[in-house]
């Protein structure tokens, strides 16, 4: 029961603690938990669902005006790669050029590979 | 003893913080101050502990503290990805990339360095245990100076300490939803909080906060 009650709070404390001190700089949404559940049990998110639940996190921060946090659309550009679509996946490393300029010599490299027969 | 039972009512995040806070100096930040980062690549971290699932476990709980300090992270499963495609199978080896190189072809002005001390549960009589230590060095990839080192540990223990409301903010600040099999992975963030936040001893902030240039 004590540990029911717990985990039931847990949450409300989640959001008290980190909701007021100070607001975040970035909408997470799912991106850690699914690099997470990539590594600890792979069978069990393919880049289909990830792409998305990605997708989704995306549109409800663009929705609240918020920001995703770097490496957000490398992420899932480099999804769309594994899933061969290589259209979604050079629009993703754009992205995360374009909002992050320190990312250019790396997405720069992930889009040469892009291009690469 | 007196130490022990600290532990066991406030949670390792609070030990951490007193005893950076009280026993040891500030850190020197000069030479994070005279290189100072936009950028950090953050690798696999070594494992010292028993328990494999550790590498894995931390990497996926590293971006959110240290970009909300106002860092830009290279998205940490697609490095991974790169660094085994181009013949660095393990942490181990990618731990021992030349940083010219990750300057060249990545871009990183700082590459994150952690070690896993210890990853897991320890069980006890009536209570369980689970601890994630680490330490962690950011080094600047052009000059190969080490800008800052630190050390982090995060505690969460079942069972209860009897103290309802320290429970219950420890357990907040771990965010450890997801316990299961994996308690320790849940204990990272904590982990994270002391080695990262810790006053006088954390990072610094990044370029992308409302605070960067601000600490004195």
Redesign the interface.
Known sequence: MSQVSRWVWLPVLVILLTGCASPTLYTWGHYEDLIYASYAAPGSVSPEMQVGKLEEDYQKARAANKRMPPGFHAHLGYLYFQLGKSDQARQEFETEKAEFPESAVFMDRLLANLNRP | MNARVLIHTTGGMVVALLLAGCATKPYDYTNYRAHPP??ILVLPPLNESTDM?GT??Y???V??PI??L?????????ID?FLKENGMPTAGEMHQVPLNKVA??????AVLFVTLQQYGTKYQVINSATIVRVRARLVDTRTGILLWEGEGMGQQNSG?TGNILG???A???T???NSGT?AA?GVCPMANYSLFYTKDHGLLYGP??PEYGKEK
Request: glycine share 10%; proline share 2%; aromatic share 12%.
């Open positions: 936009r950028s699932k894995y476990g990497l996926s709980t971006t959110r970009a909300e106002g860092y830009y992270v290279f998205p940490v499963a697609v990805q060249e072809i990545i871009g990183a002005d209860g429970d219950l903010i357990a907040a600040i965010q450890a939803i994996d992975h992308y906060s």
